[in-house]
């Protein structure tokens, strides 16, 4: 069942998230928009590691999810309930806000871009500070394998909240948009061409860059597949990008890291050995080329650490890197 969450885009159409589970068990509304939740300690304590395993092996593709169900399922003689299981891993993006779209520090609109390389157009959403009456350094903000779900645009706003002006592009703007169900939106993106998606976000690095809030400096945040595109952008357009933060994002293809100029800080957490198992080599190439890079690794922490919108969220390691992204937004953009 999809329901609203009260939250209306720009356009007028209302958010919605998959409600067929209650969450309520799992995170307490926050009192204010603004406020950070309370996570219940239940859901890194007591849920077992393989299942935030299997839920991101479901979440790639590599199982599907009755299988990705079946292996719940045997977590019930723990005395797990599956309901209980399957809401501490799915999003609840109601309880999951930390600005509101309707902050009055934030201007929050959506904009189209030409993308010929890619699928003609792209759309996504813009925000920037209220307070702006010039121009400030630009960030690009990348999602999941899922479009611009609630999460991401709820990242953007922080961005802006921040100072700069970010834009989230949705990737699946060819397809109508991001659905409102996450299952639904990875089903959607691994539809189109993954070469189009790319020259789409390459496509709108340069659109931000050139826009008329722009002081011409470029950053770009991402998770996940949104990482690997922040990888990406580093090594296709080293020249118009001038600061990356991949979230947990695999590296470029091999033969372009050479290309990488701007200074990278790339998080990754502990416990997602998927992706951490391309660091070793892109370390190297990384070394290679000089480029001027930090790794952090969050001890203890999933793969979507920083989506605070489902169970693998880690509050304490989320703020931290957050922190640490911004911090480096300012070091190489202001």
Same mark, same amino acid.
Not at 126 to 136: F, R
Not at 272 to 292: F, M, P, Q
């Given at each position: ?19 067929q ?9 926050c ?8 996570? &219940?300690?239940?859901?890194q ?11 991101? *092996? ?5 199982? &599907? ?11 019930t ?14 999003p ?17 609109r ?7 390389q890619?699928?003609g *157009? ?21 999602? *999941?394998?899922?479009?611009l ?35 639904e ?8 061409d993954?070469?189009k998606?790319?020259?789409?976000f ?6 931000l860059?050139?826009?008329e ?5 470029l ?38 890291r ?15 050995s ?24 969050y ?6 650490f ?9 509050e304490?390691?989320?703020a ?15």
């Amino acid at each position: 069942m999809m329901r609203s969450t009260g939250e209306k885009g720009v356009d007028g159409m209302p958010i919605r998230f998959n409600a067929q589970v209650t969450r309520s068990n799992v995170y307490r509304k926050c009192e204010t928009m603004n406020t950070p939740r309370t996570q &219940d300690v239940t859901t890194q304590l007591d849920i077992p590691q393989e299942a935030f395993d299997w839920y991101d *092996e479901y979440a790639h593709g590599v199982i &599907d999810r009755r299988t990705f169900m079946s292996r719940l399922a045997t977590l019930t003689a723990t005395g797990l309930s599956m309901s209980a299981l399957v809401a501490a891993l799915t999003p609840n993006y109601a309880a999951a806000e930390q600005v509101s779209f309707n902050d009055p520090d934030i201007t929050a609109r959506y904009a189209v871009f030409s993308s010929p390389q890619g699928h003609g *157009e792209g759309r996504g959403y813009l925000v920037s500070p209220s307070s702006l009456t010039g121009k400030a350094p630009v960030v690009l903000v990348i999602h *999941e394998n899922r479009g611009l779900n609630p999460y991401i645009k709820d990242v953007a706003r922080r961005v802006a909240k921040a100072g700069f002006t970010a834009f989230a592009p949705d990737a699946l703007h060819p397809s109508g948009g991001y659905p409102g169900n996450d299952d639904e939106g990875r089903r959607l993106q691994r539809e189109l061409d993954r070469a189009k998606i790319e020259q789409d976000f390459i496509a709108a690095a340069r659109f931000l860059k050139g826009h008329e809030l722009s002081s011409g400096r470029l950053g770009a945040v991402g998770f996940c597949f949104g990482g690997y595109v922040v990888n990406m952008l580093a090594a296709t357009i080293p020249d118009a990008l001038n600061a990356g933060v991949p979230f947990y994002g695999t590296p470029a293809a091999k033969p372009l890291r050479k290309n990488i100029k701007s200074p990278l800080l790339i998080q990754l957490a502990e416990l997602d050995s998927r992706v951490n198992g391309t660091w070793a080599e892109y370390e190297d190439d990384l070394k290679a080329a000089k480029v001027d890079y930090k790794m952090h690794m969050y001890a203890k922490a999933n793969h979507g650490f920083h989506n605070d919108s489902t169970g693998r969220y880690d509050e304490t390691q989320a703020a931290l890197a957050w922190d640490r992204s911004l911090a480096f937004f300012r070091q190489h953009l202001t």
